[in-house]
């Protein structure tokens, strides 16, 4: 009978510790703090990378995420909603692009201050955009672009002697 109260005592314990774990995860995270935050949307032509809860930034600092991803039918872009925090206010005429942390990163939604004196408010539309540039493309053109033709041979030097 003395082993089963232990048991219970100590399972009640770990039940209890899992839960405030729980309960903390959920205050520090982005999903207590929206509360506040207004949301803003931007079409991308190329989001590759890009999906719900991707970080979008402002200076490297991260002031929200993104909430909805989604395709555009209408003109085949790539619509993208954001919840960012209420402090950043951003000109109507900022821009976001898509970008990486590095070579091989993850991506991110950078935003940059336009200089407008009009803010966007919330359910505004960031109309400047700039998609996600895709590496590979790049890197097999500048491999292949130039595979086919030779370069012309250039004229030797003339050397003078004294």
Known sequence: MKNSTVETL??????AIAAAFFIYAYQVSDQASAAG?????????????????????????????????????????ANVVMEL?????????ATAKVTAEGLLGS???????????????AGGVISNTQGA???WSLISQAMFE????????????ETQTP
């Open 10 to 15: 100590i399972g009640t314990a770990v039940v």
């Open 37 to 77: 935050s207004y949301r803003v949307s931007a079409e991308f032509d190329n989001a590759e990378g890009v999906s719900v809860g991707t970080d979008v930034r402002v200076a490297g600092v991260k002031i929200g995420s993104v909430v909805d991803f989604t395709l555009n039918p209408e003109n085949f872009l």
């Open 85 to 93: 925090d209420p402090a950043v206010k951003l000109t109507e005429d």
């Open 107 to 121: 991506k991110f939604i950078s935003l940059e201050q336009g200089g407008a004196e009009t803010m966007l408010t």
């Open 133 to 135: 540039v895709d590496i």
């Open 146 to 157: 130039n595979k086919g033709s030779q370069p012309a041979p250039s004229a030797p030097a």
